[in-house]
């Protein structure tokens, strides 16, 4: 079966410039989720989804960021404006249900100058 | 609020030794735990999870981890360390909220 794909696979933008990534996940699968992770630590869940519906945000910065899955499949999240510390891997996964085994994409690495 | 500890940020050994890498958690009531592994420049990979039953599983790639309900671990193994095995590996708990990842341990196996 096809994985999770995400795009793009690298970005470099200035700071203050708006940003957005795109993530298809694994087909049938309900939920997906974008994480972030900094160099040097492990992933940190920004936002997850259940069908087009918003399970978890809490730590979504969202004076800046923004996501939708509109129809329930593929998602988007945007920066907007970038700062230098939102340079880091963003990464999206889906998993067939909540708190299941989580199928991971390859990231889209943001650098924010 | 659940949290998982690596205490190792990087374990060295030799190809063919035996590897453990580390992992304490803490979670209100029973937990869900992963392992995952990151290779350069790629997406997380499911190793294996613990929800309930035997105490050891074993999971991809010959790795097996332990959970230890008492000392709150859930250690990983592979009995032969290979060099391909290294790379950067995490730990994740969740007691039905968010998956929360450990900082991670990174392997290097020496030929």
């Known amino acids: 079966e096809a994985g999770v794909a995400q795009s793009p696979r690298y970005k470099i933008i200035e700071k203050r410039q708006s940003v957005a990534f795109w993530c298809n996940p694994i087909s049938g699968h309900a939920t997906l989720y974008w994480y972030q992770q900094i160099l040097g630590q492990g992933p940190k869940l920004l936002i997850q989804?259940?069908?087009?519906?918003?399970?978890?945000d809490s730590q979504l910065p969202k004076d800046r960021f923004s996501a939708e899955r509109l129809k329930g499949v593929d998602s988007t999240l945007k920066i907007q404006p970038a700062k230098l510390e939102d340079s880091a891997v963003y990464l999206c996964?889906?998993?067939?249900?909540?708190?299941?085994?989580?199928?991971f994409g390859p990231g889209t690495r943001l650098t924010v100058l | 609020a659940q949290s998982v500890a690596q205490p190792e940020d990087q374990v060295n050994v030799a190809e063919g030794n035996p590897l453990t890498v580390k992992c304490t958690y803490s979670?209100?009531?029973?937990?869900?735990l992963f392992w995952y592994v990151q290779y350069p420049n790629r997406g997380l990979q499911f190793l294996l999870k613990?929800?309930?039953?035997?105490?050891l599983v074993k999971g991809s790639y010959g790795f097996e981890a332990e959970f230890n309900k008492s000392q709150t671990s859930f250690h990983l193994k592979k009995p032969s360390a290979l060099v391909s095995d290294s790379a950067l590996y995490f730990c994740a708990v969740t007691g039905f909220q968010k998956l929360v990842f450990g900082t991670g341990t990174r392997l290097l196996v020496s030929p």
């Open positions: 979670v209100s009531g029973n937990p869900y």
């Open positions: 613990y929800i309930t039953g035997d105490n």
């Open positions: 996964a889906s998993s067939g249900y909540i708190d299941n085994e989580q199928f």
């Open positions: 989804f259940q069908n087009n519906g918003v399970v978890d």
